[in-house]
């Protein structure tokens, strides 16, 4: 079996729409994928709706966390060899949390999900305001077309950029010189140990996204991690592209010594990224414990018997 277990639609910063997804997944070889779009189950239906025979749905999402420093008791982590500093000039780090089979009517996941695509809506229009600011024609209206009718992300912002000739791609439009820093505003996020909580409440499974990928900026410290596994965590996106060989194989012996589990994914995006589909891939095993460690909503599969 191949397994991906990130990947991403228009119903948030992806370029496939979900259906077509569906195709494109099982023309990749793959046998299980998960959807999982930003903060939102909004491609859900359409996904299973689509999906081909010999091919099994996990709905998900990938939630957008933050870590303040502090463990899940209140206190602060020093972050040891990583160099975490304590004090007040601490600054929160954002991280994403991987969620699958949770219910998507469960109240308060549901609200929480809701408040960040609505968070995102209004930092997309601050950030055209900055855009525009510095003397470039772009318009909400641009941005809300790349989005079709999905949550909106920088993903949007940097199509725009790159079709008015700003950039000469979507990677360069997350340069310093522009959605990395210049224009660049903080989103709302939702504390890491609150959403994996939330993700169990709702009979969900939740795994940390891509937790060692130095590539993306600085990356939480080991005890963070361990604080985490006694918090529910379920496992670790080791086999991710963002990680170094060296990144992967420190994420593999740490979750040995946690007894997490380990999934590897392609975080696919479409156009917005080279990564193809099926880049990395779980273990059936793993994905096996997932179903069966889940409550909240059962995998789709095509036809009548579908959940």
């Known amino acids: 079996m191949r397994i991906d277990l990130h990947v991403h639609s228009t119903a948030s910063d992806g370029t496939v729409p979900p259906a077509a997804l569906m195709a494109e997944a099982r023309a990749a070889g793959l046998d299980v994928v998960a959807l999982t779009d930003h903060d939102t189950t909004s491609g859900w239906d359409a996904a299973t709706a689509a999906l081909p025979a010999g091919l099994t749905l996990v709905p998900g999402a990938e939630i957008s966390c933050v870590w303040d420093g502090g463990t899940s008791n209140g206190q602060w982590d020093d972050g040891g060899a990583s160099g975490w500093r304590d004090g007040p000039d601490r600054a929160a780090m954002e991280l994403h949390l991987l969620a ?6 469960h109240a308060e996941l549901a609200g929480v999900m809701a408040g960040l695509v609505e968070d995102r809506a209004h930092r997309g229009e601050r950030m055209v305001d900055l855009i525009r600011a510095d003397g470039v024609d772009i318009t909400w209206e641009q941005v809300l077309g790349y989005a079709a009718g999905g949550s909106v992300g920088r993903p949007h912002l940097a199509r725009a950029l790159v079709d008015l000739g700003v950039v000469g791609t979507v990677d360069e439009a997350f340069g310093a010189d522009y959605l ?20 169990r409440a709702a009979g969900g499974v939740p795994v940390f996204a891509h937790p060692r990928a130095s590539k993306r900026g600085r990356v939480v410290p080991d005890s963070m991690i361990v604080e985490l596994a006694a918090h529910g ?12 060989d060296a990144e992967r194989d420190e994420l593999l012996a740490l979750a ?18 080279t990564v193809r589909l099926g880049a990395r891939t779980t273990a059936p095993e ?22």
């Open 256 to 273: 040995h010594d946690l007894g997490l589990f380990v999934t590897g994914s392609s975080d696919y995006h479409g156009a917005n990224k």
């Open 100 to 105: 699958y089979l949770f219910d998507p009517e």
């Open 286 to 307: 793993v994905y096996e414990r997932i179903v069966a460690e889940s409550h909240g909503t059962p995998p789709r599969v095509s036809g009548p018997g579908r959940g």
């Open 180 to 199: 990395g820093t210049r224009w660049q505003l903080p989103k709302a996020a939702v504390d890491v140990f609150e959403a994996v909580d939330l993700v």
């Open 233 to 244: 965590l379920f496992g670790l996106e080791a086999e991710h592209t963002d990680h170094t």
